[in-house]
């Protein structure tokens, strides 16, 4: 039951994907199942409502409510423009005349007998939904979206931020312990996924986003440059909204870490492709991990999306990374699965493992719950 207690964190050269694009509304799917898509074309569109204004025609005319309907020039469902005069009324053998002009562009959607009030809608708001990766449609779901799956290199992060991108990978240090500094950045990674080694820096992401540069991966990242480049504390809420201008994925966690060798290597070895990238993260109920997701058109994961996809348990052998104080973010390989429970100095009764550390070769016992598996 290893695997019940222990989240995973996927690093795989090969994986057989699918990703659900779905519509906020009911509307129009564009394409059908077995077509195959890139990342940037649009599968679906529909549109959501504009935005509502009010208007008190009767107070602007000093009228009766029951009087409303009557003074408009414009009648429910006709096209108005902003500063169009959509009401008027005269008095006194018209001597004297008032008149409403609407605030906004759209059209009339009621004006009311009883309240008098005139209610305006601005245009719909056209939404469209694209494939995010390059692969094949297998299922339509009519008037809502579709399901993609594509075979790809998959690559889990920490921690992220940004909503999605695409853009061809480069990697701009020499090795998983360098920073990622201001200086690794250049004017020709316009449109490119910058990845880098152990800390990206605050200076180093202001000129990714001057620079045009659509994605950054790093191993780390410090609380202080989250703060400094966004301008308020993230909290507990749910990243990806963020419309900084790039997408950020960390790989390993907070401050100076070193991004793991095998991550390293497999962005290395798809440098030059394309990646999707996701910088989405919510690690309470209903887990989403950020990503950087590079499709391999030539190849093929055996099994399926499910067996690609469903995380092993915890063995001897397997790869983890602590997740707790004092060896946050230290990677190490799993020793021993100690089958009876163990009193920590908390006085809890826990099931703990052993996990042979990278850095210094030392063996430490810890509980089961304070490790994330490295799946690869």
């Known amino acids: ?73 414009r009648k429910e469902g006709e096209s108005v423009e902003e500063g169009e005069i959509i009401a008027k009324s005269s008095t006194l053998f018209g001597l004297f005349k008032s008149s409403v002009r609407s605030p906004v562009t759209g059209f009339v959607e009621s004006a009311s007998a009883v309240t008098g009030q005139v209610l305006l809608r601005e245009p719909p708001i056209p939404v469209e939904v694209d494939a995010y990766v390059d692969g094949e449609v297998v299922e339509v779901r009519p008037g809502e979206g579709i399901v993609v799956e594509t075979h790809a290199s998959l690559i889990q992060g920490i921690f992220g931020l940004g909503g999605e ?70 909290g507990v809420a749910i990243t990806g909204t963020e419309e900084k201008g790039v997408t950020v994925v960390i790989t390993e966690g907070f401050g100076r870490i070193p991004m793991a060798a095998a991550t390293f290597g497999l962005l290395q070895a798809r440098e030059g492709m394309k990646a999707s990238v996701n910088g989405a993260t919510q690690i309470r109920a209903g887990v989403i991990r950020p990503e950087v997701v590079v ?63 990278d850095e210094t070769g030392e063996t430490h016992t810890l509980p089961r719950a304070n490790v994330e598996i490295i799946e690869s």
Do not use: C, W
């Open 1 to 73: 039951m290893a695997h019940a207690y222990t989240p995973g964190l996927r690093v795989t050269d090969l994986a057989a994907l699918r990703k659900e694009r779905i519509l906020p509304l009911k509307g129009d799917v564009l394409v059908g199942e077995g077509d195959s898509v890139t990342a940037e074309q649009v599968v679906a569109r529909t549109e959501l409502p504009g935005n509502v204004h009010s208007v008190n025609v009767a107070n602007v005319l000093s009228v009766l409510p029951e009087e409303v309907p009557g003074k408009m020039l």
């Open 165 to 234: 991108t695409f853009g061809t990978i480069e990697v701009v240090t020499s090795s998983p312990q360098d920073p990622l500094d201001a200086a690794a950045i250049q004017p020709e990674h316009e449109g490119k996924i910058v990845v880098g080694g152990s800390l990206v820096t605050s200076a180093a992401l202001e000129k990714a986003v001057s620079y045009g540069v659509r994605g950054v991966v790093a191993g780390g990242i410090d609380d202080a440059t989250i703060r400094e480049f966004l301008g308020y504390d993230i």
């Open 295 to 357: 499709p391999l058109t030539d190849r093929k994961a055996e099994g399926g999306p499910a067996a690609s996809v469903v995380a092993g348990g915890l063995t001897p052998g397997t790869r983890v990374r602590i997740i707790r104080e004092p060896h946050f973010g230290t990677l190490g390989t799993v020793h021993e699965l100690p089958s009876p429970l163990q009193k920590l100095p908390s006085e809890a009764m826990v099931r703990v493992l052993s996990v042979n550390l």
